[in-house]
């Protein structure tokens, strides 16, 4: 199997370096071809020579790269019938379409069974995204629309409302995709790399726990009440003593979404310990958020550290964490008001 990797973003946000991460942390093991896919006659950095054809460089032990020029597609079957490599990274030009890119490896899967197209990620300076947006438009929103995971550079020198207009900016193109705000500097490449190939939002992870939970409860007909042992990191079944509260009963077979709504947000927002022990001891309190099953997070802090949080009715923990690749919270619960749940984070 060959997973071919699309890297783009604009010109200067940082594409080789996170290449270069990538290949030193995580990619030794494997033989990979890395190819730099050139629009016209746009120079590049490596200053290989214009003509056509395939010019090909040893980067380190397994890897190789290729700058391709003229016909991407009869160039990239060359290199797969030549490598036979374990992955395959595209660099395309900085002001490249990401959905251009994208077609030609959809071909490429279309004519070998056992090619992938394994990611699609686009690199974005943090301090420049939001003016590129709007002077670069089509190309710049075209390479942030068709990413499924959107890594953002120099987070470290960007200001905290800097940093929360980027990714909200990024979120309205695109809803779906990651975005990776966490300094490169405090995450391992193994961690882009998990996110990278599809690790699932924080509210998918906690709503499919919450189902088979569910489902659970259904098959053996458990309508007792259970005690929360959150002292074991226990993060199964708090939703049990609820089931006859929500007026449902065990007759039919329901999934958790049917019955629960959730709230989860992505965010690169910093919190402090005191902020969130009043916005937890809230949720525990009173129920103008709603009846609220459950609350999970992992968020920067204010003084460089990180914070996990968990709740369920009644209590709560947090705990110093290692770094994510963003801030994420997740709420889950009925009737839930999610303008005032953003209100309470401050979002």
């Given at each position: 199997m060959t997973k071919i990797d699309i890297i783009s973003g604009f010109l200067g946000a940082g594409k080789t370096t996170l290449i270069r991460k990538m290949l030193e942390e995580v990619f030794s093991g494997e033989q990979v071809v890395l190819v730099e896919n050139e629009y016209g006659e746009v120079g590049i950095d490596s200053g290989f020579l214009k003509d056509a054809g395939v010019e090909i460089r040893e980067l380190n032990s397994g890897c190789i790269c290729c700058t391709l020029v003229g016909d991407f597609n009869k160039s990239l079957r060359e290199v797969i019938d030549t490598y036979h490599p374990d992955r395959i990274l595209i660099e395309p030009s900085g002001v490249?379409?990401?959905?251009?890119?994208?077609f030609s490896v959809k071909a490429m899967e279309e004519e070998y069974p056992d090619v992938r197209m394994n990611a699609l990620v686009t690199?974005?300076?943090a301090l420049k995204a939001a003016k590129q947006m709007k002077a670069f438009g089509e190309f710049?929103?075209?390479?942030?629309e068709n990413a499924t995971t959107v890594v953002l550079s120099r987070t470290q020198s960007?200001?905290?409302?800097?940093?929360?207009?980027?990714?909200?900016?990024?979120?309205?193109?695109?809803?779906?995709?990651?975005?990776?705000?966490?300094?490169?500097?405090?995450i391992t490449g193994a961690q882009i790399l998990q996110v990278i190939e599809g690790q699932?939002?924080?509210?998918?992870?906690?709503?499919?726990?919450?189902?088979?939970?569910?489902?659970?409860?259904?098959?053996?007909g458990d309508d007792h009440g259970h005690e929360h042992d959150h002292d074991h990191g226990d993060d199964h079944g708090h939703d049990h003593d609820h089931d006859h509260d929500h007026g449902h009963d065990h007759h039919g077979h329901?999934?958790?979404?049917?019955?629960?709504t959730s709230w989860g947000r992505e965010t690169p927002h910093k919190f402090t310990r005191e902020g969130l022990d009043e916005i937890l001891k809230s949720f525990c309190d009173s129920e103008e958020y709603g009846a609220i099953l459950r609350a999970k997070g992992m968020v920067p802090a204010e003084d460089g550290?990180?914070?996990?949080?968990?709740?369920?009715?009644?209590?709560?923990?947090m705990r110093a964490g290692e770094p994510d690749y963003t801030g994420r919270?997740?709420?889950?619960?009925?009737?839930?008001?999610?303008?005032k749940l953003e209100a309470a984070f401050g979002l």
């Open positions: 490249g379409k990401l959905s251009d890119v994208m690199v974005a300076n710049f929103n075209n390479q942030i960007a200001k905290p409302a800097q940093l929360d207009l980027c990714v909200k900016m990024i979120q309205e193109l695109n809803p779906k995709a990651a975005v990776i705000t966490t300094p490169w500097d405090e699932g939002s924080l509210m998918e992870e906690m709503m499919a726990e919450f189902e088979a939970v569910h489902e659970h409860d259904h098959d053996h329901h999934h958790a979404d049917d019955v629960f550290t990180w914070i996990y949080f968990d709740m369920v009715p009644g209590e709560y923990e919270l997740c709420v889950i619960g009925t009737d839930l008001d999610e303008k």
